[in-house]
């Protein structure tokens, strides 16, 4: 049996969140509780301010979590948790990217149900959680359309990521304006995120008709929009198709899962403190060349999706594939940045952790070539050798 699930309302337009009011009361929320990091809450962007003047114009409550920078942690849903209980709150809202609405996934439901544990959270039949609606500002994770949430676990630094259907927003709500003030780099290691997510999902073994739908869709539009954002980003109509795009490459994976890139990104991200679509991007490549033989013609349906010639034999429209994101990681400056983070040599010592931390969380069977241990290691491996190799050429520039 195939399933598609979504959020029950997904609206999209410039400016839309002038409407945000309206979607509140829609969602019978009257105690709003707003999740927006410390960045988007300050000068120059303000964001909260702005906020708070569209949600005045409907006499609603509200209280803002803006405590936290950077990506989730069970620490900032504990605090967010006891800030929503000390409010009374009785309506999440995300505005922000990934991080935010990841915590919100969880303060919708922590705040409601205190009692679950985060290991039960996959297993139960349905959740009890507040109304929680998404307002994404990168594109982006897909959050706002996806059952899962990425929390790390304060303690062990190890990144947690339950999912439940019922985790996905009752409402995404993309407004393209948002995202104009996104720095070029965090604007392309969030459209890799997106594009890897839409890559992962139509080459995963549970892909379905209508996960394929969303996912090639997805992959046409960013793979055209991205370099326009990349070099322009205030140009609002490919930051339009960027959003969008990304909403449907959340719909596609989590539908039908991401794969190895994100299992080993995860560990990868965690041990090096990368930036989720970094950590994402730099792994992209390597995990391609490992899959493409298990599927050639779905990564040559890739590279025509990403405006390749269809004429070309499936064999070198597959090789294609990898090439077109090898170039966009060089357009990008996906490999300068990654040596910002990754030092090659501590990249080789954690190799045998990373391995067992990758091999632990999902991703892995659902690859068309289930990856081994050795597999996981040999991409690190490759990885860690491109950055000496970019290290070396940079130093001798
Ligand atoms: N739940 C899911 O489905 C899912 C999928 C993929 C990734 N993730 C998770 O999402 C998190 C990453 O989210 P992300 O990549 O969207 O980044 P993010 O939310 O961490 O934001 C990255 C940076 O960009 C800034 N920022 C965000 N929007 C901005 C804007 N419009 N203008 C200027 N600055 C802006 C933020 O302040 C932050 O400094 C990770 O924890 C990752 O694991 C979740
Ligand atoms: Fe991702």
Known sequence: MSV?????????????????GEFVKAHKGNRVFI???SFLASSPIDLDKRVEGILAKENLNISFF???AGEPTTDHVKAAVERLNSFNGDCVIAIGGGSAIDIAKAVSLFG???????????SRPCLNRFPLLAVPTTAGTGSEATSIMVITETETSFKMNPSHPDLIPDAAILDPELTVSLPSHFTAYTGMDALTHAMEAYVSNRATPMTDFFALEAIRIVGRALPKVYQNGSDVESRKDMILGSCYAGIAFTNASTNLVHAAGRPLGARFHIPHGLSIA?????VMKFGLESAKERYADVSIALGEDPSLNKDELAKRSIEIIEEFNNQFRIWEDGKKFINPEQLMEAI???????????GILTNRKVPKDHDIAVIFNLLAERLSVSSLNHSLQ
């Open 4 to 20: 598609l699930n979504l959020p029950r309302h997904i609206y999209i337009e410039s400016g839309i969140i002038n409407k945000l």
């Open 282 to 286: 730099l792994l992209l490549p390597f």
């Open 35 to 37: 999740i927006m990091d």
């Open 352 to 362: 045998p952790t990373l391995v067992t931390d990758a091999l632990s969380g999902n």
């Open 112 to 122: 409601k149900d205190p009692e679950i544990k985060w290991d039960e959270i996959r």
């Open 66 to 68: 803006s405590d936290y």
